[in-house]
């Protein structure tokens, strides 16, 4: 689950109390674990028009159908690394969506690297083409 830092401790409380909660309503003694591992992620927020292009020089998926597609999460690679990336409204009621990455922070500058690598053939892709990002 993604949330705001500010939330974290009061969502990790409301998802223990129902982990608790099932475990009593249904009887049986069910092993169950709450992890947090936000420390080893780091997110890096993309936007703009090229922004499609760029992501789909470095993985497989189609990013210029995300915006028919509409707000999603997805998992992929990028380059050697494990991406999870979502795609959202910028903030709570913006017509703007932006692309969230969501990494091992461990590999924060190969992917650093990897995008700055990425972006000026991007930009030329977007200037070319005209497909706009919503």
């Known amino acids: 689950l993604i949330s705001e830092l500010d939330q974290k401790r009061e969502l990790m409380q409301r998802l223990k109390a129902a982990l608790e909660s099932g475990e009593r309503s249904s009887g049986q003694s069910v092993d169950t674990a709450l992890l947090d591992c936000s420390d080893g992620h780091a997110v890096l927020r993309l936007s703009g ?7 789909n020089k470095i993985s497989s998926v189609d990013f210029l159908a995300a915006p028919a597609v509409g707000q999603h999460a997805l998992r992929t690679r990028m380059g050697q690394i494990a991406v999870v990336l979502s795609y959202h409204p910028a903030d709570e009621g913006s017509s703007e969506f932006v692309f969230d990455l969501i990494f091992d922070r461990s590999v924060a ?3 650093w690297q990897l995008l700055l690598t990425s972006v000026p053939h991007a930009r030329e892709l977007a200037a070319e083409f005209g497909q706009e990002h919503q």
Do not use: I, N, S
């Open 49 to 55: 028009k090229a922004t499609p292009w760029l992501l």
């Open 109 to 111: 500058g190969y992917l």
